[in-house]
């Protein structure tokens, strides 16, 4: 190689990606965006090419990316840019740094230390951060896809082999040094190619599969799995003599060529296409449907970005009530299609996407309060970017959602956000406008004990709503809340009443996540049912726990099932075991597990929640076991609203039993001549 002062034609072209990344967004002031899938290139915080001089300044660039944020000693960058290093070559590589420096941080003044290109003993690093060079952000993204469902897994591959211009390091294809990492990088895009593929067929879109696949396996011939996937797909298509014409190519070329056998897959695929095997063609009427929806959506409005985020949040609210695993991957793919819209700059389109996600909400924990309280900040941004005036409908989704994702809070704002939705969805006359925010009203309902009854007007409001408007998620929810209002008041043939009319709603409309809170409920009955045995009752909980572990919800899940062996244990009189696992639940039940060594005054006030009651009635529990009267007027204040209530029983899911016992013995505790303190079961 020669030195060159001047830049080589097409030194600096951009490289173009998609998703976090995009061109069109500027990196932060004095960062530098680095390409190797194709020349070596680099843009700085603006999206301007970095001018990057001659080839000998691109191969020391390209060397350091290599390192991967090791220190490069100058010898090694000699004897790999050289193959006859000349005399002066020490130095030569010392001017290349010093001009590339100069390229990298342009506007850094004179005898200052570099930031990004610095030296390090003998050698020098490049301190590029793990999203500022693309083969970086093209490795994690093609393991992070491993482990998505296909939708997602779909659009990281989609993006992620996007940012491809050409061979890896194409300006130094024959140096030795780059040989080991342009082979492994080559090995991986081919490796995402085929996960692509595979996506593809899983979401039933073999058609859109073949013209890559048949270009994949020409490129590529000794790839088993390309053909598998090429012969797969074309069967799927209905094409079966061609899928097996693919197959028996693929064995003449690795026969000729080779002396191979196909391997077991592709010999496995022959037999099965030829005996027609039912597990080969995995669609539906329904996902053939939906198969040719997304492909006439994608030949019909390419690109249209704002849209399909849209339409995408559209999708994930239905997907969450599918089970748990739409469940988990909505919760995921929200996030996602939130941070996607504010990066697109618009607060009206991330006003739309945030308050789309309307899926009813019946547990007052929150599965994610990360993602929650990130998606509270979103909304917050939104609602102060949106005009003063006009934008109601989008305004109330917003405020429903704040109350929404702060359930537990005991702050003002997220109440007085729901009760402003609330009033904007009834001056629109929007049914499933009212039903989010009345949504919201009922996770902010807890802001003191003994509400039952006013959610169970709520549930009722619901009901009545989502009847009328062909509502059935809507009216599943109404029916779970007059569930727990009925458990809350002890009014347990109401509650069977609603409890049945969630679970033929859920089994009518398939969704299967309701009987999660129906399962608990039928063990709480076992718990309170005349004479019931405690092993009966543990044995019902226990069921019920199994069940909601795979159900996709932490928030309802951790803890719950050691808490509710609690209050049956402690309402029959017998010694409360530490199960461990107490979760969120940990600070009012250890006081309880071990009196004395905890000071009751420390305890903090439960979360807004609809297991309050059965917190405080733990932490008078423990109050009168130490004879602690502020601990005992604290709890009974708190308990007071809630006395013809059950503890805990608000929830569906347990008890700790009528809250008027724990109030008689906290008044007996209180009284001036107490003698001491008898805890009582009931």
Do not use: K
């Not at 700059?345 to 924990?365: C, F, K, S």
């Not at 003002?412 to 989010?436: G, H, K, S, V």
């Amino acid at each position: 190689m020669r030195d060159e002062t001047q830049p080589a034609p097409g030194a600096g072209l951009r490289f173009h990606e998609c998703g976090p990344a995009r061109d069109d967004v500027p990196l932060p002031d004095g960062r530098v965006r680095f390409g190797v899938l194709g020349p070596v290139t680099a843009e700085d915080e603006n999206g301007a090419p970095v001018a990057l001089r001659g080839p000998m300044h691109r191969a020391v660039l390209a060397r350091l990316l290599l390192a991967r944020g090791r220190v490069v000693p100058v010898t090694d960058l000699v004897d790999d840019l050289w193959v006859s290093p000349p005399a002066g070559a020490v130095a030569a590589i010392r001017t290349f740094v010093a001009a590339l420096r100069r390229s990298l941080e342009p506007g850094r003044p004179p005898r200052t230390p570099a930031r990004l290109l610095v030296t390090r003993g003998a050698g020098y690093l490049l301190q590029a951060g793990p999203d500022d060079v693309d083969a970086w952000r093209f490795e994690r993204a093609v393991t992070a896809a491993a482990t998505m469902q296909p939708p997602a897994a779909l659009a990281a591959l989609d993006e992620a082999l996007s940012w491809w211009r050409g061979p890896a390091y194409a300006d130094f294809r024959d140096a030795a040094w780059t040989r080991a990492d342009r082979a492994r990088l080559a090995e991986l895009r081919l490796q995402a190619a085929e996960r692509r593929a595979q996506a593809r067929l899983d979401l039933g879109r073999a058609a859109d599969a073949v013209p890559d696949l048949d270009e994949h396996v020409t490129a590529h011939p000794w790839r088993e799995e390309g053909w598998r996937l090429l012969a797969l797909a074309l069967y799927r298509t209905g094409r079966q003599g061609d899928a097996l014409a693919v197959l028996r190519r693929a064995r003449a070329l690795l026969a000729g060529r080779l002396g191979l056998d196909p391997g077991a897959a592709l010999r496995a695929l022959e037999s099965d296409i030829l005996r027609q095997a039912p597990h080969l063609d995995r669609r539906d009427a329904a996902e053939e449907v939906w198969a040719r929806a997304t492909l006439a959506y994608d030949r019909l409005a390419p690109g249209r970005s704002r849209v399909r985020l849209e339409s995408a949040v559209g999708l994930l609210r239905n997907l969450a009530v599918t089970g748990p695993g739409g469940l988990q991957e909505a919760r995921e793919q929200r996030a996602a299609a939130v941070a996607a819209a504010e990066r697109l700059g618009d607060p009206e389109l991330t006003a739309r996407v945030i308050g789309a996600y309307d899926v009813p909400a019946i547990w007052t924990r929150a599965d994610d309060p990360g993602q929650a309280a990130a998606v509270v900040t979103a909304a917050e941004h939104a609602l102060s970017a949106l005009p003063a005036a006009g934008h109601d409908p989008v305004r109330a989704r917003l405020l429903a959602t704040i109350a929404l994702e702060s359930r537990g809070a005991r702050h003002r704002r997220p109440r007085a956000c729901a009760e402003q939705a609330e009033a904007l969805a009834r001056a629109l006359d929007d049914p499933a406008l009212l039903a989010f925010a009345l949504n919201g009203v009922f996770m902010q309902s807890c802001r003191r004990t003994g509400q039952a009854r006013a959610r169970d007007a709520i549930g009722a409001e619901l009901v009545t709503l989502a009847t009328r408007h062909a509502m059935p998620t809507v009216r599943v929810l109404g029916h779970l809340i007059r569930l727990q209002s009925g458990a809350a008041v002890a009014d347990f043939p109401a509650a069977d009443r609603h409890a049945a009319a969630a679970d033929e709603l859920a089994r009518r409309h398939d969704l299967p996540l309701a009987t999660v809170f129906t399962d608990w409920y039928r063990a709480l009955r076992a718990d309170v049912a005349a004479r019931a045995p405690v092993a009966r009752a543990e044995r019902a909980y226990r069921a019920a726990a199994a069940r909601s572990d795979r159900a996709g919800m932490p928030g309802l899940s951790v803890g719950l099932l050691p808490l509710a062996l609690l209050g049956l244990r402690l309402r029959h009189g017998l010694p409360p075991v530490d199960e461990g696992g107490w979760g969120p639940y940990e600070p009012w039940v250890r006081p309880v597990l071990e009196p004395g060594r905890a000071a009751l005054g420390d305890v903090p006030e439960p979360p807004a929640d609809l297991l309050a009651e059965a917190m405080w009635t733990l932490l008078a529990r423990a109050a009168l076991t130490a004879g602690d009267r502020a601990a005992m007027a604290r709890a009974r204040d708190a308990l007071a609203p809630a006395a013809g209530e059950w503890a805990g029983a608000a929830s569906g899911v347990l008890t700790f039993g009528p809250v008027t016992e724990h109030l008689r013995q906290l008044d007996a505790g209180l009284s001036p001549d107490a003698p001491g303190t008898r805890l009582l079961t009931f």
